[in-house]
T-cell receptor, first 111, second 112 residues
Framework: DTGVSQNPRHKITKRGQNVTFRCDPI?????LYWYRQTLGQGPEFLTY????????KSRLLSDRFSAERPKGSFSTLEIQRTEQGDSAMYLC?????????FGPGTRLTVL | DQQVKQNSPSLSVQEGRISILNCDYT??????FLWYKKYPAEGPTFLIS?????DKNEDGRFTVFLNKSAKHLSLHIVPSQPGDSAVYFC???????????FGKGTRLHILP
């Protein structure tokens, strides 16, 4: 088991462009979470899935953000029409219903 | 409004001594508390957790204490080692499988 993986690790984009991140959870983990971390802050919850069902979304997740987990395995997080305020580290975590294990994150920079 | 507060942005401790990191929370519905450790350019790594029905949990050099009446928890690291230098996040959730609410973190420096 190689842990939670995220791709890409870094993404630089221009304002207004769309970006998509991928998260591969630990095998057989049925829960998958997305968090966002900005400088000087702790991670903030965005959304989570149990299998393929998206069970909760934070108010932080504006209409420009969409997350999917189509087959209950990997997940994607898409940000449309990126803004400079979207610049952050996007973290994915997975669990079997107890401890959440985090991936290395995707650092997004919006120019 | 911050539900999990870590009031010390940084802490320096001599190698071999005890490191004590503190955390306060405001939401009495929190039932599960965790500590994560984070190195630069990596995701948070789970360290230790405690359920609200306990007041202490120990794992090797790491011990977490929970004082529910004071809504306070602390992480003790004994003895502190150079590899312990990192940012430590206190976190809480309503259930083990619920979303986690994190504090802002405390940067721990272990001095040689």
């Amino acid at each position: 088991d190689t842990g939670v993986s995220q791709n890409p690790r870094h993404k630089i984009t221009k304002r207004g462009q769309n970006v998509t991140f991928r998260c591969d959870p630990i095998s057989e983990h049925n829960r998958l979470y997305w968090y966002r971390q900005t400088l000087g802050q702790g991670p903030e919850f965005l959304t989570y899935f149990q299998n393929e069902a998206q069970l909760e979304k934070s108010r932080l997740l504006s209409d420009r953000f969409s997350a999917e987990r189509p087959k209950g395995s990997f997940s994607t997080l898409e940000i449309q029409r990126t803004e400079q305020g979207d610049s952050a580290m996007y973290l994915c975590a997975s669990s079997m219903g107890n401890t959440q294990y985090f991936g290395p994150g995707t650092r997004l920079t919006v120019l | 409004d911050q539900q999990v507060k870590q009031n010390s942005p940084s802490l320096s401790v001599q190698e071999g001594r005890i490191s004590i990191l503190n955390c306060d929370y405001t939401n009495s519905m929190f039932d599960y508390f965790l500590w994560y450790k984070k190195y630069p350019a990596e995701g948070p790594t789970f360290l230790i957790s405690i359920s609200s029905i306990k007041d202490k949990n120990e794992d090797g050099r790491f011990t977490v204490f929970l004082n529910k009446s004071a809504k306070h928890l602390s992480l003790h690291i004994v003895p502190s080692q150079p590899g312990d230098s990192a940012v430590y996040f206190c976190a809480a959730s309503g259930r083990r499988d619920d979303k986690i609410i994190f504090g802002k973190g405390t940067r721990l420096h272990i001095l040689p």
